[in-house]
């Protein structure tokens, strides 16, 4: 498949800590994203990076991506309750601009 | 701008009947996709379109399903016939150009009894 694969599936974590999730995919991309899920609404998006970048960062969110691992992963800082939803990483590839979505990471902030 | 416009928001039918689900991209905006939500597979891609044109319909389950664009504001994903299987939220999302950030509506439940 070429979708991105995130881990862990489920995350549990208090206000304040930090939450790290994992995505790999299998061939070459053009961009990799990441999305956010509400219950019961549509994907946010949060953050796009590049083939050619290896770190980006927009607020409380870091995203880093090793194309040599085909791996890209998310850490949220100093999370809040609000940050409770799924995750989801989306890739674009070369050759084919589909995006492609993997199947979530859920994650629960306890206050 | 009202972002991705959806509908119906809920839609409840019965198996065999013919199911409409609508979208309206956001204006300018170039791409737009379809997407199928369920607990097992997950977010399924089932066909993008770019300028109009139907880019990539591989996934597109089957021939009871089909979708056009007929002009830049608006889409169709049609369901002929409809099973329970096909129960499911469905996606819309539309981008400036393909490749680039997606803005998602708020998706239509269907369920198919």
């Known amino acids: 498949s070429q979708q991105g694969e995130e881990d862990p599936q489920a995350l549990s974590i208090q206000e304040g800590e930090n939450a790290t999730m994992n995505c790999s995919y299998k061939t070459s991309i053009n961009n990799l994203q990441w999305y956010r899920q509400n219950s019961g609404r549509g994907l946010v998006h949060l953050i796009l990076?590049?083939?050619?970048?290896r770190e980006k960062h927009s607020g409380r969110l870091r995203v880093t991506l090793d194309t040599s691992k085909k791996s890209s992963s998310l850490l949220i800082t100093a999370s809040r309750a609000a940050d409770t939803a799924s995750y989801f990483c989306a890739t674009v590839f070369y050759g084919n601009n589909r995006l492609a979505f993997g199947k979530g990471n859920q994650v629960v902030v306890i206050p | 701008d009202a972002g991705v416009i959806q509908s119906p928001r809920h839609e409840v039918t019965e198996m065999g009947q013919e199911v409409t689900l609508r979208c309206k991209p956001i204006s300018g905006h170039n791409s737009l996709f379809w997407y199928r939500q369920t607990m097992m597979r997950g977010l399924e891609l089932l066909i993008y379109f770019n300028n109009n044109v139907p880019i990539d319909d591989s996934g597109m389950p089957e021939d009871r399903f089909s979708a056009k664009m007929p002009n830049a504001s608006f889409s169709t994903l049609k369901i002929q016939p409809s099973e329970p299987r096909d129960s499911a939220v469905y996606f819309c999302a539309s981008s400036d150009r393909v490749g680039t950030e997606a803005f998602f509506g708020q998706g239509t439940r269907l369920t198919v009894v």
């Open positions: 990076i590049r083939s050619n970048e």
